[in-house]
């Protein structure tokens, strides 16, 4: 734990920032009050740490802490003032003579999350961390930290007034068959008990995940549970000389297998091909490969948050000239972080529709969508696909061609707003450092580092921040 709090001081000594795991206090007359950054750090994977004795109003200058002992007892007494109670980890170093007390806050897992001031409540005494600031928890955040631990499934909700006659029959009696034939414990079922087994309905009415499976017209209960695709003609939205803002703007409603479907015909129609030639066969090649994208939409679907506070959203898809993003409502579920997706065995905000999905052929339950998608775009020559977990959205960007942006980009001076702009797309330090003819070390301490833990800039790899793999993307905060 020492060497975590020495390495902490020291890079604030040398960036001069806080950040989304480390909080800086003076504390020369006292301890300060820390409850809110006591709950925001509880609240998320990677906890954080307090450094107390660096005085962000001079610079982050070591000032040292007036009593070390007195700040580690009154901090134990905030923090039993937690509900949960937290177990702060202490570790002292010294700066110029001045000593620094390191306060480390584990995370919380998300069974035992909030974590709040115990007299405020837990709406009010609830955070979360945002950058280098704790700002309240948003009820969203809450009802999703509360269903988890109450094991709520939305994707089972029933709508008022849910009936039979909402499924389309042609789909439902497919999906029957389907069902007979690959779940060996349903082949001799019923009709009506291979809906229910499966989720499709509770005594006769449909469920959510049947309506947006089997429905004749989802949208007729959800009117919102659909899919908005944009096609916009640069690397932002914004209105051409005409007043238009979208080359391209169509809603993809029905069930997710049909919206899966419209959304791949829109992606094919807003997007290039490139001929490549082998031998004496021509062949056209998508400027983004196929199965990953279908594997991103439907993620979207099938993983997007449907409670209450977001069945009012649409899953979003906007084309740029450079990249395809795609998010959807609801951050990662059960609290694990960017970096485990794709190794972690992750568990399921809706695993009825998962089911459902998997039963019809449109999804698979194997957790392989994350692989494929990386994949995919290193097999089709594309930098890594970024994928964002962002306070009640999860994002994914897939990059496309990007020589013509390169080439608009050449010759500029350095400045925070030109690394911005030459980061829209993942960037090496390599890259940065030779765009704009400089060494990879300056580049490093005085913009990329101190630009991503502002915020600025994302680490592809975060959990790595030394890897000769690591790129640093364009935020929507930068």
């Not at 594309?382 to 306070?391: G, I, T």
């Not at 990059?399 to 090496?428: H, M, Q, W």
């Amino acid at each position: 734990m020492n060497q975590i709090v020495e390495a902490t001081v020291d890079r604030v000594l040398s960036l001069q920032c806080e950040g989304q795991t480390v909080e800086v206090k003076a504390a020369r007359c006292g301890t300060p009050k820390l409850y809110e950054t006591l709950s925001s750090f509880a609240n998320q994977t990677d906890g954080g740490i307090i450094i107390c004795g660096i005085d962000e109003g001079e610079g982050f200058a070591p000032v040292g802490v007036f009593d070390p002992q007195g700040l580690q007892r009154d901090i134990v007494d905030q923090c039993k003032e937690m509900t949960p109670e937290l177990r702060p980890i202490f570790a002292l170093t010294e700066r110029d003579g001045a000593v620094i007390v390191g306060a480390v806050i584990q995370g919380l897992p998300m069974g035992q999350r909030p974590a709040y001031r115990t007299t405020a409540g837990i709406t009010k005494g609830s955070y979360i961390r945002a950058g280098d600031q704790d700002i309240h928890m948003s009820p969203q955040e809450l009802y999703e930290i509360e269903s988890f631990k109450n094991g709520i499934r939305s994707d089972r909700t029933i709508p008022e007034g849910s009936s039979a006659n909402l499924l389309d029959d042609a789909k439902t009696a497919a999906f029957v068959s389907a069902a007979q034939k690959n779940r060996m414990r349903l082949s001799e079922r019923s009709p009506r008990e291979v809906l229910a087994l499966t989720g499709v309905a509770i005594e006769g009415k449909p469920t959510l995940a049947g309506i947006m499976t089997l429905g004749d017209y989802p949208q007729q209960e959800y009117p919102n549970l659909c899919l908005t695709a944009v096609a916009v003609a640069g690397t932002s939205i914004s209105q051409d000389d005409a007043g238009n803002r979208f080359l391209d703007n169509k809603t993809m409603d029905g069930t997710i297998d049909e919206i899966v479907e419209d959304t791949m015909a829109f992606v094919a129609r807003n997007t290039k091909t490139r001929s490549v030639i082998t031998g004496a066969i021509r062949k056209d090649v998508p400027q983004y490969p196929e199965r990953a994208i279908r594997e991103i939409v439907t993620n979207s679907l099938m993983h997007r948050d449907y409670g209450p506070y977001n069945n009012g959203t649409p899953t979003r898809l906007t084309i740029f000239s450079d990249r395809i993003e795609c998010s959807n409502p609801g951050g990662i579920y059960g609290g694990q972080s960017v970096e485990e997706l794709g190794i972690s065995n992750m568990q399921t905000r809706n695993p009825t529709l998962v089911s459902i999905l998997e039963i019809q052929g449109v999804a698979e339950n194997r957790h392989s969508g994350i692989p494929v998608i990386r994949d995919e775009c290193e097999r089709a020559g594309l930098l890594p696909p970024v994928f964002e977990d962002r306070r009640g959205e999860f994002r994914v960007t897939v990059y496309g061609d990007t020589s013509v942006r390169e080439k608009e980009n050449e010759g500029e001076p350095l400045s925070e707003e030109a690394v911005v702009a030459f980061c829209r797309i993942p960037r090496s330090r390599e890259e940065v450092a030779e765009h704009f003819d400089t060494s990879k070390a300056y580049v490093a301490s005085y913009y990329l580092n101190p630009m991503a833990d502002r915020g600025l800039l994302l680490r592809t790899l975060p959990d790595k921040p030394r890897s000769k793999n690591q790129r640093y993307v364009a935020t929507r905060r930068g």
